[in-house]
């Protein structure tokens, strides 16, 4: 079955890709079955082989580009996390007409957790605290620079856009006063730290509303612990923020920025998927609701 694009130059890939690149590449691994794995993963297209393996093939030469990266650090950071994370296996190299490095990495079993649902929030909302909090203390000497690791006025001028583009569809006279708040936000005051930089539902895993693994680690790297707060309005209803924020220990000037990332990666997000991927596209619609909506209380 052929994993749909969204992608300009993305390639396309089906289960018999797959099975070629398996066989020509891991050959003790031919005999196993192929599955594609859901379908609105925007950096890798997924497909389960076997019972305990799934490949991972690269929707772009950008998130081609992460490849090394996560088979470098993942190893590296596990030992340091309080829940599970994708284990590398093989790294796969271009072939049978498919242009990347890929990779076969370990399988987790779980479900991602339902986008603001209300049930067990506060026990998912210690889980990420805690998640969030030990990656943010791993040893940084050495770590890239995260995918998300500029300063919030870096994005400005693509919030703008993306602000103009979305008129018709959100509060954007709203949206431009919570942005301006978050760029007056003061910066952190240490140096960058490990950040995953992409907490949102698609990436972890839960089991009986409790956080079992986080996945996907393109966008890891060192940079500004705020960014990691996406969490709050991206996978927690309301009730369940300030427990989150009280487990993390974020100050003002780091929830304030924590707001304009949450808001800035949901306005592009909105932007660039609406038309292309129907699950980030109504996530990112939730997540500027949630944010507006805290507005309105807090005013």
């Not at 393996?53 to 470098?72: F, I, Q, W």
């Not at 309301?238 to 920025?257: C, G, I, P, Q, S």
Request: charged share 20%; with cysteine; proline share 8%.
């Amino acid at each position: 079955m052929s994993a749909g694009r969204m992608h300009a130059d993305e390639p396309e890939t089906d289960d018999a890709l797959v099975r070629r690149l398996i066989t020509a590449q891991f050959p003790h691994w031919s005999g196993l079955p192929v599955e594609r794995v859901g379908a609105a993963g925007t950096a890798n297209a997924m497909y389960r082989l076997g019972a305990d393996l799934v490949v991972r093939l690269p929707r772009t030469a950008g998130s081609a580009d992460d490849t090394a990266k996560e088979h470098h650090w993942l190893p590296r950071l596990a030992s340091s996390l309080p829940v599970a994370i994708p284990a590398p296996l093989g790294a796969g190299v271009p072939g049978e007409g498919y242009p990347h490095p890929w990779s076969v990495y370990g399988w987790l079993d779980g479900s991602c957790p339902a986008v603001g649902d209300t049930a067990e929030a506060v026990p998912l909302a210690r889980d990420l605290a805690r998640f969030a909090t030990a990656l943010h203390r791993a040893d940084p000497t050495g770590g890239p620079p995260s995918y998300r690791s500029e300063p919030l006025a870096a994005r400005d001028r693509a919030v703008r856009t993306a602000l103009a583009d979305l008129r018709a569809e959100i509060d954007t006279a709203a949206a431009v006063g919570i942005w301006q708040t978050a760029l007056r936000a003061p910066a952190p005051a240490g140096p960058p730290v490990w950040i995953h930089a992409d907490l949102q539902p698609g990436n972890m895993l839960t089991a009986d509303g409790r956080l079992t693994a986080v996945i996907d680690f393109g966008c890891l790297g060192l940079g500004d612990a705020a960014v990691d707060l996406i969490a709050a309005w991206y996978v927690l209803p309301a009730a369940a923020r300030d427990t989150f924020r009280t487990a993390v220990e974020a100050d003002d000037a780091a929830w304030a920025r924590g707001i304009g990332w949450a808001l800035s990666i949901a306005l592009m997000e909105l932007q660039y998927y609406r038309e292309t991927n129907a699950f980030m596209a109504d996530t990112a619609r939730h997540v500027i609701a949630e944010i507006l909506a805290d507005q309105r209380q807090r005013a």
